[in-house]
């Protein structure tokens, strides 16, 4: 059984690897953008802005198998292994030249042969021209069948064997553009009901659809919203309650929603208010203005559970991350830094602090890299295994027991 996420005594995290090159020159298109563990936990994945796909799979360690291209559609792709190959064919020779047919004196069996194991990637599917904005979210449903795409003002529902068509579930569109009051941010599946599914808004709401009620769920099921407090209203309200990311619980039964100060976990059977609520790094509130001028208030952070749902793990500047522990409501901060990368090596907590001395692993506010920033992380569904995605580079810690 999985512990928790461990403060203290309890877990100690360290290095496992990192991937990715260092380089002073980064272009854009090396930047990853994506990371994903599967069901299993076998095998890890990674997107960057330049359209391609990194697969890790993992053995006593994740080594590189297949590096795979994509634009901006929607791509299916399938991947293969193959450690044996056919020898004895009647009509070809070994190399694959068709033989003579008066060479052809007696049948042969093919038979199957090792041979070094061959990772192939092929196109499978192209879902394209249903989306006018870019793409913000792909959700595959618990049927197996079907999955949601979602832009800035459409969600589109599409079967895994139809690329022609897809059916328009949400449109939040106005007919005139300049009565547009918020856009889609985030969209996905519930983990086990098919009909379910759940977006959140640039103002801070999420909406949750019942695909059985209506073909257009422009009319939601229910709709979580924390009232605001007047007293602590100001202009950077409404951009740092617009929701970054919604994760669904494994268990099916919570939500987690990610804003730019906070993350709040909400009760699906309690819409108006969420039932937790933690503060990821409320020390940027008096930088809101430097941080506006900079563009870095409009960062997208995301957010992951733990297998069990007991912990939260999302990211923050200067290669932050924090994990919280839903259970104790203790809190630890790490840093992803090529400095520490030594093997086994044990991951310091860290502070941040807005004060003028400091201890030893604590940092000022005004001390913190802006440039660099974890927006995405993912956890093991089965281990304490995380992957943190740091700019170009692909972070992999573990718990010491692992």
Known sequence: MMAGVGIGNDLQWCFSQVKGAIDEDLSEADIISTVEFNCSGDLLATGDKGGRVVIFQREEEYFFLIFLIADKTIKLWKIS????????????????????????TALRVPILKPMDLMVEASPRRIFSNAHTYHINSISVNSDHET?????????????????????????????????LTEVITAAEFHPYQC???????????IRLCDMRAAALCDRHTKFFEEPEDPSSRSFFSEIISSISDVKFSHSGRYMMTRDYLSIKVWDLNMEHRPVETFQVHDYLRSKLCSLYENDCIFDKFECCWNGTDSAIMTGSYNNFFRMLDRNTR???????????SKPRATLKPRKVTTGGKRKKDEINVDSLDFNKKILHTAWHPNENVIAVAATNNLYIFQDRIN
Do not use: Q
């Not at 203790?330 to 520490?340: H, K």
């Open 81 to 104: 292994e193959r450690d044996k190959r056919a020898e004895g064919y009647n009509l070809r020779d070994e190399d694959g030249r068709c033989r003579d047919c008066f060479r052809i």
């Open 147 to 179: 999955y949601l795409s979602a832009d800035d003002l459409r969600i589109n529902l599409w079967h895994l064997e139809v690329t022609d068509r897809s059916y328009n579930i949400v449109d939040i569109k106005p007919a005139n553009m300049e009565e």
């Open 195 to 205: 009909n379910v599914f759940v977006y959140s808004s640039s103002k801070g709401t």
């Open 330 to 340: 203790r809190d630890i901060t790490l840093e992803a830094s090529r400095e520490s």
